[in-house]
């Protein structure tokens, strides 16, 4: 598809957002929240329950990865805070299985704790991390500030992208539209073709609780929606593009400072590389008055299988 009239957008942009919104706010964010409770399963392990059914081939990756830090915080003493995670998915998960996650105590000293944990599901590890806990303390300060955007409310939603983008066909839309705990606006500046660069905001849909860990666990789940995308933008591809497989690979995040993430956070993406089937993607994340509370960094594999000529 190469253009879309007027009347194809607004159409489509009713049937996305009439999709989005069949779902209400408040039972969104407690489905959220009930992805971050995990049970007891015996000494440093816990067990997250399988779904009835999903409309998912695999599990998100930054549900897992949320899942893994607040396993190991509850094997943390309660003033320490996670500061960094180093991260490997390994095989794709399924929703309709339960996910086992076993936590390794390897360090714990007066300020620095550190974890791992290994994901496990019918026997087979599909993920680990490693992730640093600290307390609170005073030190040096600086950062890089915030890159001159648009805010969020000049910012296209979600929803406009979709029903704008002729990447996206018609059967695509109700799929790419499902509702999620996130409002999201997108912005790609324009410029050369080789540019690999765009922002979003994004928030969820209702507020939070105001303890620190379920806003970290939420902004490292958000933190894999759309920052593999980054490395796609000089290729002009889109997980849409026939022949097209991605996936991450690893998954990096350094936490700065508090922020709550039903306030509008923005995530400034940029990659440096991409070749031999890898993608290279940066991510900083920032408050809305300009604060960096976070960074990410991340390799996906990205694999095009060339189209076959028609007959």
């Not at 929703?95 to 360090?107: G, I, N, S």
């Not at 955007?149 to 979600?158: I, N």
Request: aromatic share 8%; net charge negative.
């Amino acid at each position: 598809m190469d253009q879309l009239t007027d009347e194809q957008v607004e159409r489509r942009l009713s049937e996305a957002l009439a999709n989005r919104s069949s779902v209400s706010a408040e039972k969104l964010i407690a489905g959220l929240l009930r992805t971050f409770n995990l049970t007891a399963d015996a000494e440093d392990e816990f067990v997250f329950p399988a779904l009835n059914s999903s409309a998912r081939e695999r599990i998100f990756g930054g549900q897992v990865i949320a899942q893994a830090i607040v396993a190991a915080d509850r094997t943390v003493d309660d003033e320490k805070n996670i500061h960094s995670l180093h991260s490997y998915f390994l095989r794709a998960g399924d929703e309709t299985k339960p996910l086992h996650f076993r936590v390794h105590r390897d360090f714990d000293g007066r300020s620095i704790s550190n974890r791992r944990v290994v994901v496990r599901q019918n026997d087979k590890v599909i993920f680990n991390l490693t992730a640093s806990f600290q307390k609170p303390a005073d030190g040096l300060q600086h950062q890089i500030p915030l890159p001159d955007v648009m805010p969020p409310e000049q910012c296209m939603s979600a929803m406009e992208q979709i029903a704008r983008n002729p990447q996206v066909a018609d059967k695509h839309i109700e799929r790419m539209s499902m509702p999620r705990p996130f409002d999201v606006r997108s912005f790609r500046p324009e410029g050369k073709s080789q540019d690999a660069r765009q922002y979003q905001w994004f928030r969820t849909v209702a507020p939070l609780p105001d303890d620190p860990l379920t806003h970290r666990a939420t902004l490292a789940f958000a933190s894999d929606m759309g920052l593999l995308s980054t490395s796609m933008i000089p290729h002009g591809l889109h997980w849409t593009t026939p022949g097209l497989f991605s996936t991450s690979l690893d998954h990096a995040m350094w936490f700065h400072d508090d922020f709550r993430m039903d306030q509008w956070i923005c995530y400034v993406m940029d990659s440096d590389w991409t070749g031999h089937t890898r993608g290279l993607n940066r991510g900083a994340l920032y408050t809305q008055d300009g604060k960096l509370v976070a960074s990410a960094v991340q390799e996906g594999l990205i694999r095009l299988t060339p189209k076959e000529p028609d007959a």
